[in-house]
C-alpha cells in the first residue's frame, strides 16, 4: 500500500510563501495555497477557505497573512487541523494594542510609557496628558519593521500622523511611546514546538540586532552579540510571551536593551523580513523549520554563519534583480509584498566571517 505524502495548506501569497513551497517539497510534503482574493468580500473568501478545508483536507495549516481577517480566523477555530501559528497567537497578535495590554496587564513586562490613539486629535491628548515630547510614534497594524517616527514638538505632529498611518493595511490606529534611552534594537527568533513527550520544547535563534534611519528599517544582522545576563533577560520575556500564546510556531520577540535591561516592544507570530536572512545564517531557515513544526520533525536553531541584510527601495540603481543565490549571497525581491512599497522592495542578504564583513558584502550587492 503507498502511503500518500502529507499536505500541507499555505495560507497567503508572495515571497515568503514561495520559501515555505520550497522548504516544504525538500522535507517531502506537498502544499496547496489558498490566496485572499481582492474581488471576493471577507465573507465570500471565509466561505471559499472552509469549502477547501473540507474537500482537501492537510494534515497542517501554516498561515502567512499579517494580519489575517476576522472572517478566517472563525473558520480555522472551527477545524481540528494542526495549525501554526496557534489560534490564540494569530487572535492576540493581530492588534499590537491587544498585544500590549497582554504584556503589560497580564504578563507584567517592562516596557516604555505608551498610549494609543485612532486620530490625530486623540493622539495630541494623549501626548500632552503623560506621554510628552520628544516621542516615537508607530502604526499598530501587526507587521514586521513597520515605520516609526520620532516628533519632537507639536508642529512636527500632524505630518508624522499623516505618513504612519497613509499605509496602514487596516486602519488600527497607532501607539505613542515615550523614548528609551537605548542602545539597542533587536529580535529574538522563539520556536515552540512539541518533543517526543508531548512536552512544550522551547528554543531560541540568536538574537538578530536591527538599524533603522529617520524612521524606515534598513537592515538586520545575526547574530547579535550581548552580554550573558542581557540574553538571559532577553529568553526569559520570549518565553512568557510564547507560552502565554502556545504553539507551535515561530515568534519574533521585539526588544530595546541598555546595557542589562531591557523593555518589550512588539510580538508578532512570524517573522517575515528577519526571517529571510536565517536562510544563510542558520543551519535550518525558519521556512524550513515551518515545514518541520508542521510536519512534526526534529528543528535545530544552530547557527551556521553570521550574516547580515539591507533593505534596498525603489531607489536603488542596481541590478539586483538579475542576481542569483549563492551559498554566501542571496537578493530577495519582493514582487508581492505584505509590506509598503515604501518600505522595502528586497533584501540583500549576504554572510561572512563576522557580521561586518557580512553587511559589507550585502552592500556590494546593491551598489556592484
Same mark, same amino acid.
Given at each position: ?35 485572499? !482574493?481582492?474581488? @471576493?468580500?471577507? %465573507?465570500? &473568501?471565509?466561505?471559499? *477557505?472552509?469549502?477547501?478545508? $473540507? ?104 505630518? !508624522?500622523?499623516? @505618513?504612519?498611518? %497613509?499605509? &496602514?493595511?487596516?486602519? *488600527?490606529?497607532?501607539?505613542? $511611546? ?116 508542521? *510536519? ?73
Amino acid at each position: 500500500m503507498i502511503i500518500p505524502p502529507p499536505k500541507i495548506l499555505l495560507i497567503g501569497t508572495g515571497e515568503f510563501t514561495v520559501n515555505l513551497v520550497e522548504s516544504c517539497k525538500t522535507l517531502g510534503a506537498e502544499t496547496f495555497q489558498f490566496e485572499p !482574493a481582492s474581488n @471576493l468580500s471577507p %465573507q465570500e &473568501q471565509a466561505q471559499a *477557505l472552509r469549502q477547501l478545508l $473540507e474537500t482537501s483536507p492537510p494534515t497542517a495549516i501554516i498561515v502567512g497573512l499579517i494580519p489575517i481577517a476576522a472572517e478566517f480566523l472563525e473558520v480555522l477555530a472551527q477545524t481540528s487541523i494542526r495549525l501554526i501559528p496557534s489560534l490564540a497567537a494569530l487572535q492576540v497578535t493581530r492588534s499590537q494594542e491587544q498585544m500590549r495590554k497582554l504584556a503589560v496587564e497580564v504578563l507584567d513586562l517592562p516596557t516604555s510609557r505608551y498610549a494609543f490613539a485612532h486620530n490625530l486629535n486623540e493622539l495630541q491628548m494623549k501626548i500632552a496628558m503623560g506621554i510628552g515630547y520628544p516621542c516615537v510614534i508607530k502604526t499598530l497594524n501587526c507587521t514586521e519593521n513597520k515605520p516609526q517616527i520620532t516628533v519632537k514638538n507639536a508642529v512636527e505632529l500632524k505630518k !508624522a500622523w499623516q @505618513l504612519i498611518t %497613509q499605509d &496602514q493595511v487596516v486602519d *488600527l490606529g497607532v501607539i505613542v $511611546e515615550s523614548i528609551i534611552d537605548a542602545n539597542l534594537e533587536f529580535t529574538l527568533l522563539t520556536i515552540l514546538s512539541v518533543d517526543a513527550h508531548g512536552q512544550p520544547d522551547l528554543r531560541f535563534c540568536e538574537p538578530i540586532g536591527h538599524v533603522y534611519r529617520d524612521g524606515q528599517y534598513k537592515g538586520s544582522w545575526q547574530p547579535q552579540r550581548m552580554s550573558p545576563n542581557a540574553l538571559q533577560a532577553a529568553q526569559h520575556i520570549a518565553r512568557k510571551i510564547v507560552i502565554h500564546l502556545g504553539g507551535p510556531g515561530i515568534f519574533a520577540i521585539d526588544l530595546l536593551a541598555k546595557g542589562d535591561r531591557l523593555w518589550f516592544t512588539q510580538a508578532l507570530p512570524h517573522a517575515f523580513e528577519v526571517g529571510f536572512l536565517t536562510l544563510l545564517s542558520q543551519q535550518q531557515s525558519i521556512f524550513e523549520i515551518y515545514a518541520r513544526l508542521a *510536519l512534526g520533525m526534529p528543528i535545530s536553531v544552530n547557527l551556521k554563519s553570521p550574516a547580515a541584510s539591507l533593505n534596498f527601495g525603489t531607489e536603488s540603481k542596481s541590478n539586483v534583480g538579475e542576481l542569483t543565490g549563492s551559498e554566501q549571497h542571496l537578493i530577495k525581491v519582493f514582487q508581492n509584498s505584505h509590506c509598503s512599497p515604501k518600505l522595502q522592495k528586497g533584501l540583500a542578504i549576504a554572510a561572512g566571517p563576522d557580521t561586518q564583513t557580512a553587511f559589507a558584502e550585502a552592500q556590494k550587492l546593491i551598489t556592484g
